[in-house]
């Protein structure tokens, strides 16, 4: 399985209409898409959640591994990248994640190779009905979509997904700059889809210490499941666990800190975040051996997503719901895609490797929305454009 070539296209990929978080609206997400060619035609795919690592690929990795062995990833990874805690030691998490979207692409072209899904590879299915959560939060108007722009509304929407998808399953953002706008969506969807709704929120490190705790009681009276990044350092997160039952999770996969802390309760990854997913795979199982949950974030095209679901399926250890914002992705560069969870789960694809079909169509047209517009903003600020907010909020 030689390799042929490699090429890396950045894309956009819009959301229907932009949420409000910590640094104010996001209207879509910036990956690259990562294709993998062996001599004999075989195409693997792969996917990085940041533009940067497009040109790291073409520019460096891709001349670096055409011609090796397609099925060598510890071969690859030895030419890619350098000593694991020297890579990280500088910071250089786009070179990690760059190599981690080949890998992906590698493990995709093993399936397709020995026509097996994915999950086969990694030992099989532990369940073939992978959970995730509805998103929600406040939203500005789309170009076809009317946004959710009190709690009321918020409430609404989900009442709405309830109804239509079965969803019971909700993960939120928590990170208004007066609390108590966040604090009444939570009361008001616990009102309106009472006890049995499961209610997880994310505030991307947006609150004071202090603030959190005045949050902490209602919330837990609110009965949330999970609290993800309510302070600014997991040193604070430690501080905040007196006074709070809510577990918490984050974005910091820094397990050895975790297990010294006794904080966060869990992580919330992506595969090629950890540099592929044979890394990922590892540090699934050390923290299981920790008792640290793992669950991976959203925000990803269909191939990313698939990645997630072939994950999932293989290992037991993730047993809470994935986050998604697959409702809000109106497109995706896949012919499948996008995934539609219905009653909290999306079956995980049965086709060989990833089980997914790139669309052309798509991404050339997501690419040239890159190239035309640039990469989405995730820190525009509609209050104060041409600023960056200042954390905390409060």
Not at 34 to 46: F, M, N
Not at 328 to 341: A, L, R, V
Not at 360 to 375: I, S, V, Y
Request: glycine share 10%.
């Amino acid at each position: 399985m030689k390799i042929r070539g490699i090429r890396a296209t950045p894309i956009n990929l819009r959301l229907e209409a932009p949420y409000g978080w910590v640094f104010g609206e996001l209207d879509g997400f910036s990956q690259t898409i990562v294709e993998v060619e062996t001599e004999d035609g075989l195409i693997g795919l792969g996917e990085a959640p940041t533009p940067a690592a497009a040109a790291i690929i073409n520019d460096v990795l891709a001349q670096r591994l055409v011609g090796r062995d397609a099925f060598d990833i510890a071969g690859a990874e030895h030419v890619c990248l350098p000593f694991w805690t020297g890579v990280q030691s500088i910071n250089d998490r786009t070179r990690i994640m760059a190599f981690g979207a080949i890998e992906m692409a590698f493990w995709d072209l093993r399936g397709k190779a020995w026509n097996q899904p994915l999950y086969q590879l990694l030992g099989g299915a532990v369940r073939k009905d992978i959970p995730f959560t509805d998103y929600f939060s406040l939203r500005g108007d789309g170009p076809t979509v009317k946004g959710e722009t009190t709690p009321e509304e918020v409430a609404d929407y989900c009442v709405e997904l309830h109804e239509t998808y079965g969803t019971t399953f909700f993960e939120g953002k928590f990170s208004t700059q007066d609390p108590k706008v966040s604090l009444r969506m939570v009361e008001l969807i616990r009102r309106k889809l009472g006890d049995d709704a499961m209610i997880r929120i994310d505030s991307n490190q947006a609150y004071s210490l202090s603030t959190a705790r005045r949050l902490a009681r209602p919330l837990e009276d609110l009965g949330v499941r999970n609290w993800e990044d309510p302070v600014a350092t997991i040193e604070e997160m430690r501080e905040l666990r007196r006074h709070c039952s809510i577990p918490f999770s984050t974005h910091n996969i820094d397990i050895a800190r975790a297990m010294d802390l006794k904080v966060p309760d869990a992580f919330v990854g992506n595969p090629t975040a950890h540099g592929g997913i044979g890394r990922m795979l590892r540090f699934v199982g050390a923290c299981e051996h920790a008792g640290i949950d793992f669950w991976c974030y959203s925000g990803d095209s269909g191939i990313g997503s698939a990645a997630y679901l072939h994950l999932c399926a293989a290992l037991g250890w993730i047993r809470e719901p994935n986050q998604s914002l697959f409702r809000m992705q109106p497109t995706d560069i896949t012919e499948e895609g996008p995934f539609s969870p219905r009653n909290n789960v999306v079956r995980v694809p049965e086709g060989p490797g990833l089980g997914i079909t790139l669309s052309r169509e798509n991404l050339a047209a997501c690419h040239r929305d890159f190239t035309e517009n640039g990469p989405c903003n995730k820190y525009h600020d509609p209050a104060e454009p041409g600023t960056y907010r200042r954390l905390p909020l409060n």
